[in-house]
C-alpha cells in the first residue's frame, strides 16, 4: 500500500451535510489524499462517506478502528469484543465495503489500555479479520509514546497513528498531551525534544512500521494566535512539513471540512521551503536542541550532494542499535545517492544548521558505521 504523504481525518465531517463530506471527500482524492482515518463510531457520518467513495473505493487506504463506540451517546471506547465486533461489523456495513486496509486497535494510552487490548481477545478478533481478508493489515493508535512504543515491539501491529506536532514533540512523555488540547499547554516545560518520542520514531523506523499523524494541527491549537505556545501561531504547512520529518512518518492526516481546507493542506507540497520552516518556532523554547539534528533541511543544499537529513537519521537509528546496520536503516542509507565518504568537510551544513549541529563529524560517524 501507498499512501499520500498527507491524509485526510474525517472527524470533522461528523455531522455534515452530504454535500459538505461529498465535496471534501471529492477534493481529497483530486489532490492524492488517499489515506482516510475514519474512527467515528455513528453510522450517519460513516454512511455518507461510503456514498461519497462508492464508486471509488479502491482509490483509498481506509483506517477503521476496532473499540471506537457509542455507547453512551458520545465517541466511547470498548474492550469487549462482542461490541467491537458490533461495531467494526457496522462501519463495514455502512460504509459498503467488503474490507478495511488498516484495522486499527483503538486508543492504547496506558498499561491497563495494553493489557486490556494485547492480552485479550481484542487482538485475537483483529487476527481473525486479517487472515479472512475483512482488514488486509493491523494497525494501532495511542498519543503515549511510551505505550506506543511496546505496541510496536509487540510484532504484531504493522502501523501505528500516533499524535505528531512540535509542541506535543516538547511535552514529558508523562504528560497526557490531549490535556494540552483541551486545556492549553505548559511553556514551562517545553524545553527540548522529548527523548522518548525520538526513541518511538527511531524504533519505528528501525522496525520499518509506518506512523500516520493525528493531531498534526494540535487540535488547532498550534496555527490559532490566541492558543498557540509559540511566539506566534505556525502555518498548516509548516505543522504538515514537521510531521513529514519526523522518522517513520508515512503521512500526515490533516482534519478538513470542506475543499478549500484540503487545498490549504495540500498547498504545502508546492510551497517555497522557506514558507515551511518550523525551526525558529522550536528554537526558541529552549537550549534543549543544541547539538541535535531534528531534520529540518536548513543545512541543504549540499554541495557533494548528501541528504544530511536523512544519512543523519539513519545514523541516529544506527547508534541506537547496531542491530540495523546490515538491514532496514542501514540499507537505506546505503541507498542514498551520496554518503558521509562523500562528505568534502567544507562547513557550508554547519554554517546554515540553527541548531550547531556538528554535521561534518556526524558524517565522518555515518563512514565509521555503515563502512561508506
Known amino acids: 500500500m501507498e499512501a499520500g504523504v498527507i491524509g485526510l481525518g474525517a472527524e470533522h465531517l461528523d455531522g455534515k451535510e452530504y454535500a459538505v463530506v461529498s465535496e471534501t471527500i471529492g477534493a481529497a482524492m483530486e489532490h492524492g489524499m488517499n489515506m482516510m482515518d475514519v474512527f467515528m463510531p455513528g453510522s450517519d457520518v460513516r454512511r455518507k462517506i461510503g456514498r461519497a467513495i462508492k464508486n471509488n473505493r479502491e482509490k ?21 469484543v462482542a461490541t467491537c465486533r458490533r ?4 462501519l463495514l ?26 492480552h485479550s481477545g481484542v ?6 479479520l486479517k487472515r479472512n481478508g475483512v482488514i488486509r493489515a493491523i494497525g494501532a493508535s495511542s498519543h503515549n509514546p511510551v505505550i506506543a512504543r511496546k505496541i510496536v515491539e509487540t510484532g504484531i501491529v504493522e502501523l501505528l497513528m500516533f499524535s505528531v506536532n512540535p509542541a506535543f514533540d516538547m511535552m514529558p512523555s508523562e504528560k497526557d498531551v490531549l490535556d494540552c488540547v483541551e486545556g492549553g499547554f505548559d511553556k514551562s516545560v517545553m524545553l527540548g525534544m522529548d527523548a522518548k518520542r525520538m526513541e518511538l520514531y527511531q524504533t519505528c523506523e528501525k ?53 478549500r481546507e484540503v487545498e490549504e ?3 504545502c507540497l508546492t510551497a517555497d521551503p522557506a514558507s515551511l520552516d518550523y525551526t525558529e518556532a522550536i528554537r526558541g523554547m529552549g537550549a534543549g536542541f543544541q547539538g541535535s539534528c531534528v531534520y529540518c533541511g536548513h543545512c541543504q543544499p549540499c554541495p557533494a550532494g548528501i541528504d544530511i537529513a536523512a544519512a543523519t537519521k539513519y545514523l541516529d537509528i544506527a547508534l541506537l542499535d547496531a542491530d540495523v ?7 537505506h542509507y546505503r541507498e542514498l545517492a551520496a554518503h558521509g565518504s562523500d562528505c568534502v568537510r567544507c562547513g557550508s551544513c554547519e554554517s546554515k544548521c540553527p541548531f550547531s549541529v556538528p554535521i561534518i563529524g556526524n558524517m565522518e560517524r555515518a563512514v565509521q558505521v555503515f563502512g561508506v
Do not use: W
Open 60 to 80: 483509498f487506504i481506509l483506517q477503521g478502528h476496532i473499540g471506537s463506540t457509542d455507547i453512551n451517546q458520545q465517541y466511547d471506547i470498548s474492550r469487549d
Open 265 to 267: 493542506a495540500v498547498a
Open 325 to 331: 546496520v546490515n538491514m532496514g536503516a542501514g540499507q
Open 207 to 259: 522496525l520499518e512500521i509506518p506512523i500516520t499523524v493525528m493531531k498534526t494541527l494540535g487540535g488547532g491549537k498550534l496555527v490559532s494566535p490566541a492558543h498557540t505556545p509559540f511566539a506566534r501561531p505556525l502555518t498548516v504547512g509548516q505543522c504538515i512539513h514537521y510531521a513529514l520529518t519526523r522518522p517513520a512518518v508515512a503521512s500526515a492526516l490533516i482534519g478538513c471540512r470542506s475543499g
Open 123 to 128: 487482538v485475537k478478533y483483529a487476527e481473525d
Open 87 to 90: 461495531y467494526f461489523e457496522g
Open 93 to 118: 456495513a455502512d460504509l459498503g465495503t467488503g474490507y478495511i486496509d488498516f484495522g486499527m486497535l483503538f486508543f492504547i494510552d496506558s498499561e491497563r489500555h495494553l493489557d486490556e487490548v494485547f
